[in-house]
């Protein structure tokens, strides 16, 4: 079945730091790739997405390129702030079909501090 | 438009007890999938609905289960709980399309004691 595999957390940095956080992942056929954010006390919001491969997808400052040959999406932002201290997840998806679902990871918790 | 809506916000059970979650999708989605967050354990996959059909299941014993209403919402039971279904529930739904993008509501904090 699908997996994926995400750096272990947490990961403190200082504001204004830049920021990886590795993805790779297992899937059959040629899924969608995403990266949600949870918020404390909050539920999941989707950060980015990319559809195929070669896709960048970007949302506030992230971005994240599918890489089909590493089976890669590694998260990236160039200056991190304390409001984007969260937890951020990596989910492929399954297309189509009754394996229609994403797969997460146990998630990256990032600490921004000042 | 109004996300996705989960009801309570919390609940707290005794084990052996029965606890019914409560989802409504984003107002046209069809598909509604259940996920369990327990702590340190990320997201598992529970449940898939469309179109009033379970059409996919996780890795969960039978007394997890639950139905999809003609309005599109769902119910989740859990029956017989123990102290291990502790967790968030988090419900999702979506278009069914080709990037199967979901989006997700606030989720109800069971707690078992």
């Known amino acids: 079945g699908d997996s994926v595999t995400q750096m272990e957390g947490p990961v403190t940095l200082s504001e204004e730091a830049c920021l990886t956080i590795n993805c790779t992942y297992t899937a059959t056929g040629y899924p969608s790739l995403f990266w949600y954010v949870q918020y404390p006390g909050e539920g999941l919001q989707l950060l980015l997405k990319a559809t195929k491969a070669d896709d960048k997808g970007s949302n506030k400052g992230f971005e994240a390129t599918y890489r089909k040959e590493t089976t890669s999406f590694h998260l990236e932002k160039g200056s991190v702030q304390v409001s984007d201290s969260a937890v951020y997840f990596c989910?492929?998806?399954?297309?189509?079909?009754?394996?229609?679902?994403?797969?997460f990871g146990t998630g990256t918790r990032l600490q921004v501090t000042l | 438009e109004a996300g996705v809506t989960q009801s309570p916000t919390h609940l707290i059970k005794t084990r052996g007890q029965q606890a019914t979650l409560r989802c409504s999708p984003i107002s046209g989605h069809t598909s509604v999938y259940w996920y369990q967050q327990a702590l340190g354990l990320g997201l598992q996959f529970l449940l898939w609905?469309?179109?009033?059909?379970?059409?996919n299941r996780g890795n969960f014993p039978p007394r997890f289960s639950g139905r999809q209403f003609p309005n599109y919402s769902s119910e989740l039971n859990v029956n017989a709980l123990e102290l291990e279904d502790s967790a968030l529930y988090l419900c999702?739904?979506?278009?069914?399309?080709?990037?199967?993008?979901?989006?997700f509501g606030p989720g109800t904090r069971l707690t078992v004691l």
């Open positions: 989910a492929p998806s399954s297309r189509g079909g009754t394996a229609s679902k994403l797969t």
């Open positions: 999702a739904s979506s278009l069914i399309s080709r990037d199967n993008e979901q989006f």
């Open positions: 609905y469309d179109e009033g059909e379970e059409r």
